[in-house]
């Protein structure tokens, strides 16, 4: 089964910006819809971006016009670039796909904005 690892969170302050990656141990290629889920503490998961086998994108309110995100079906990798970031998106992000039932969830990647 395809494992899915994160990485690229950090601490920012306010403002600034991160680049997260997943790299899937196999192809996506044939996954319709990749997406970044992230959980704040206490809080539930949320779909925060997903993208389509073809390109298409489609964001959570809260992040539109903020982050965006790409696959690379020939490295098997999704990416999530994160501008103007809010103390508001400090959570664990996670990649994972959307339909077809979830993959084994990765450990995710931390994010954690200052204000």
């Known amino acids: 089964q395809v494992q899915l690892v994160e990485s690229g969170g950090g601490l920012v302050q306010a403002g600034g910006s991160l680049r997260l990656s997943c790299a899937a141990s196999?192809?996506?290629?044939?996954?319709?819809?990749m997406a970044w889920y992230r959980q704040a503490p206490g809080k539930e998961r949320e779909l925060v971006a997903g993208?389509?086998?073809?390109?298409?994108?489609n964001y959570a309110d809260s992040v539109k016009g903020r982050f965006t995100i790409s696959r690379d079906n020939n490295k098997n990798t999704v990416a999530l670039q994160m501008n103007s970031l809010k103390p508001e998106d400090t959570a664990v992000y996670y990649c994972n796909r959307v339909s077809g039932g979830y993959l084994p969830w990765g450990q995710g990647t931390q994010v954690t904005v200052s204000s």
């Open positions: 993208i389509s086998s073809i390109g298409t994108t």
């Open positions: 196999g192809s996506i290629r044939g996954f319709l819809v």
